[in-house]
């Protein structure tokens, strides 16, 4: 079976590595970047809790040993599952099963300011973007001419009460109280203000309530002044507007607001559901196409209480080891294929230093605090990839805990060798 999958996130990676060296299997990896990024932690390599090579690992590396996976780095340019083709920016692969796990990108909803203006944290370098643009705001902030443009350079907006935006004004919060004021003395500190937008009442909602209260009381204990109920109708790239006309002068706006499906080209309109993501059946096979599966967070299947699975690298990894058997069995047994069924395990979010919530079904449990803390960092240890990352990661955590301090806020500058090439 040439097998090709399309994406090198959780639940594509986890779909290689169980075939590989597997017999009866000829696999292509595609991803446009060369190694898997660990998207659970981007938030610490913004605010410079950890270096950007602690959570990602070459793809390449993975299937050294591997006789049957290859990996090839290319942007997916279209699908032709007539000819049964993937047209990509180094050539065109035949497949006979196809799997798209290209996962998500963020959702600006159509607002071409966002998009100019607000940062992203969907990948690595959009997280270093972000770090780039966090620190170097300080360093503006000494040579501000007035009282107006130092509040811009020093406010921060997060717009997005998930995971990603706790997480991220929770770290920021913790660097305007440990690090930032030995950084920059000339500053008053009390001047500036990190804001968290959420358009609904309450923070963390997809969780249970007293994971949502929780978590905002944290980030008020922290200096986060949350606002839920709120909307952001723009931004300029030096004023939040509010849609309450109320307006945040702020330089840095960080957008976790929203998600939405990479969906390659050649996909029928019609297979496209609410949030940009394909219409799969209990199989996770394309509706309509009995040799295409899409798993992870591009996948929309209907399933009991969900009407589209919960964006998370559990689902992603859950429906990846389900289709490995599903694909053994698709020639011999095609009408034996299994469905899937969710097992969710529980939700977590950490807002700071010995500050998280967990929430957890069988039981029916919540907790908080210290051990939830814990909790949430072993479990991320353990879902990183390779040792050396893991060792590295809990060397820098171990770090910042004893010495209140991260050391990794370096600004890199581009440079050019000549006008025309850049380096």
Known sequence: MKLIILGGGFGGLRLARKLSNQK?????????????????????????????SNISFPLRKVFQKSKNVRFRMAEVEAIDTTAKLVITSEGNHAYDVLVIA????????NNANLEKYAFPMKSTVEALQLRHKLIHNFEDALHASNDEELKRLMNVVVVGGGPTGVELSGAIAEMKKYVLPKD?????????????????????????????KQSAAYLQRLGVTVLTETLMSDYDGKTVYLKNGEQIPSSLVIWAAGIKGNIPAGIDSTLIAKGNRIKVDEYNRV????????????????????????????????????????????????????????????????VGRNLAVVDM??????????????????????????????????????YNYITYDQNLRLIFKEFYRNDQQKK
């Open 287 to 350: 509706e309509g196409l009995s040799n295409v599966f899409a798993i992870g967070d591009i996948a929309y299947m209907e399933a009991g209480v969900y009407k589209g699975h919960p964006q998370v690298a559990p689902v992603a990894i859950q429906q990846a080891d389900l289709l490995v058997t599903n694909l053994q069995n698709i020639h011999s047994s095609p009408n034996n294929l299994k469905p899937f069924v969710y097992k969710d395990k529980g939700a977590m979010a950490t």
């Open 361 to 398: 079904p069988k039981p029916k449990l919540h907790f908080g605090g210290f051990f939830a803390w814990l909790v949430w960092m072993g479990l991320h240890l353990m879902l990183i990839l390779g040792v050396k990352n893991r060792f590295f990661v809990f060397v820098n955590w171990l």
């Open 24 to 52: 009866g299997f000829d696999i292509t990896l595609i991803d446009r970047f060369n190694y898997h990024q660990f998207q659970p932690l981007f938030y610490q390599v913004a605010t410079a809790g950890l270096d950007a």
């Open 184 to 212: 920059y003395p000339e500053l008053e500190f009390s001047k500036m203000n990190i804001y968290l937008l959420e358009g609904t009442g309450k923070t963390l909602g997809a969780m249970s309530e007293d994971s949502s």
């Open 102 to 109: 290209m996962g998500a990108t963020t959702n600006f909803f």
